[in-house]
T-cell receptor, first 116, second 114 residues
């Protein structure tokens, strides 16, 4: 079974703090993704990575950065947390595809981040 | 950019009634995927459709992919309380190589009253 784990289920941080969210997958997947989920907005892609040290911006990258030093680990960084970054953050992984197709994504349990 | 629209946003049904959610893409899709997220849980992959006009069934769930590959639907027959949750459709990003990126619909939240 594919397993995607995230470092925390719940996190409370203060405005201006630097926040690290970590994600680890154990299926040797090339692709890893970070989404945020807000009511009525579905899943919005923040960043994704298709290889170690490779990253691309998603639809809403502002205020976030990522790091992928090892294939199994993908970190999301909030450089200076703000209240509008209060959300559910979901990490996902999938096998690599170079074409226009896609494989299913496997999600972690999510981190509910509150910024006060 | 590519948009994937899903309706309705909410659906309340009595147990035993049928349920359908619809998904429309602004671009032609090479495939479409469906996910289910239980309350308090994370999205879990249900199925992928690839061919134009494809219909797939999983027990009481029927998935369809439109002839033009721009729309899809999920139909649940005789809902049960275990069907509650949010159903998402998702399609690969348009514009050449997607690297496996998906654009998700907003989701349909299904409530089933016993």
């Amino acid at each position: 079974d594919v397993k995607v784990t995230q470092s925390s289920r719940y996190l409370v941080k203060r405005t201006g703090e630097k926040v690290f969210l970590e994600c680890v997958q154990d299926m040797d997947h090339e692709n890893m993704f970070w989404y945020r989920q807000d009511p009525g907005l579905g899943l919005r892609l923040i960043y994704f990575s298709y290889d170690v040290k490779m990253k691309e911006k998603g639809d809403i990258p502002e205020g976030y950065s990522v790091s992928r030093e090892k294939k199994e680990r993908f970190s999301l960084i909030l450089e200076s947390a703000s209240t509008n970054q209060t959300s559910m953050y979901l990490c996902a992984s999938s096998r690599y595809t170079g074409g226009a197709s896609s494989y299913e994504q496997y999600f972690g349990p999510g981190t509910r981040l509150t910024v006060t | 950019g590519q948009q994937v629209m899903q309706i309705p946003q909410y659906q309340h049904v009595q147990e035993g009634e049928d349920f359908t959610t619809y998904c429309n893409s602004s671009t032609t899709l090479s495939n479409i995927q469906w996910y289910k997220q239980r309350p308090g849980g994370h999205p879990v992959f249900l199925i992928q459709l690839v061919k134009s006009g494809e219909v797939k069934k999983q027990k009481r769930l029927t998935f369809q992919f439109g002839e033009a590959k721009k729309n899809s639907s999920l139909h649940i027959t005789a809902t049960q309380t275990t069907d509650v949750g949010t159903y998402f459709c998702a399609g690969p990003n348009a514009g050449g190589t997607s690297y496996g990126k998906l654009t998700f619909g907003q989701g349909t939240i299904l409530t089933v009253h016993p």
